[in-house]
């Protein structure tokens, strides 16, 4: 069955450093996405792609935050001078559709820890 | 913004227990994902379910979207239930791109 797949499952980093959590999305699909959990609170949407470019992003996603689709299988998060607070577990997700209107599919994961 | 509401928040069954979990949502959706989150923080898709009702084994799920609510059935728990449940919708005024998830109910099943 076609999966989600992220790499790595966990990432330590320093405080100010910059860290890119990878993405595989389902091959054919079109629209892909970023979610945070910071432990023990709800999933917060971060920023959808489509097209090659940002179809939509929260107010979490700033100036620290990129997104970049580098070849036809990769998706990739990029945050720049790292935070404690950047600590949480991060999911890539996919969809055929435009998320509303179809089911979207969600990766294992990549557990993010600043020190 | 649309707002998620599921209960109960926690929830604790000996297993073998019936359980039946809520998610009320304040705006009309064009989706609606029942995720299970087990121990090791994976995200497991459960169903798609924006409108009626389905089954899947010992779980099955119902979206009544004209009144904006959807209920998620357990029937006959196992330990292997326990973890996190979370609702999620999407396709809502202002917000086609994403899903915004509900704070979920946390479930134990002991044996």
């Given amino acids: 069955e076609p999966e989600v797949t992220q790499t790595p499952s966990h990432q330590?980093?320093?405080?100010?450093?910059?860290v890119i959590l990878r993405c595989v999305p389902i091959s054919n699909h079109l629209y892909f996405y970023w979610y945070r959990q910071i432990l023990g609170q709800k999933v917060e949407f971060l920023v959808s792609f489509y097209n090659?470019?940002?179809s939509e992003k929260s107010e979490i996603f700033d100036d620290q935050f990129s997104v970049e689709r580098p070849d036809g299988s990769n998706f990739t998060l990029k945050i720049r001078s790292t935070k404690l607070e950047d600590s949480a577990m991060y999911f890539c997700a996919s969809s055929e559709r435009v998320g509303g209107y179809t089911e979207a599919f969600f990766g294992q994961g990549t557990r993010l820890t600043v020190v | 913004?649309?707002?998620?509401?599921?209960?109960?928040?926690d929830l604790i069954l000996q297993e073998g227990a019936n359980s039946t979990l809520r998610c009320n949502f304040s705006d009309s959706v064009n989706n609606l994902q029942?995720?299970?989150?087990?121990p090791w923080g994976q995200l497991i898709n459960l169903f798609y379910i924006p409108s009626g009702t389905k089954q899947n084994g010992r779980l099955s799920a119902t979206t009544v979207a004209t009144e904006r609510y959807s209920l998620l059935y357990i029937s006959?728990?196992?330990t292997t239930d326990s973890g996190v449940y979370f609702c999620a919708v999407g396709g809502f005024s202002?917000?086609?791109?994403?899903?915004?998830f509900g704070a979920g109910t946390r479930l134990a099943v002991h044996p």
Wanted: glycine letters at 12%.
């Fill in chain 2, 76 to 78: 006959s728990s196992q």
């Fill in chain 2, 1 to 9: 913004g649309i707002q998620v509401e599921q209960s109960p928040p």
């Fill in chain 2, 34 to 38: 029942w995720f299970h989150q087990n």
């Fill in chain 1, 12 to 18: 330590v980093t320093q405080m100010g450093q910059e």
């Fill in chain 1, 52 to 54: 090659n470019e940002i």
């Fill in chain 2, 94 to 100: 202002g917000g086609y791109n994403k899903l915004i």
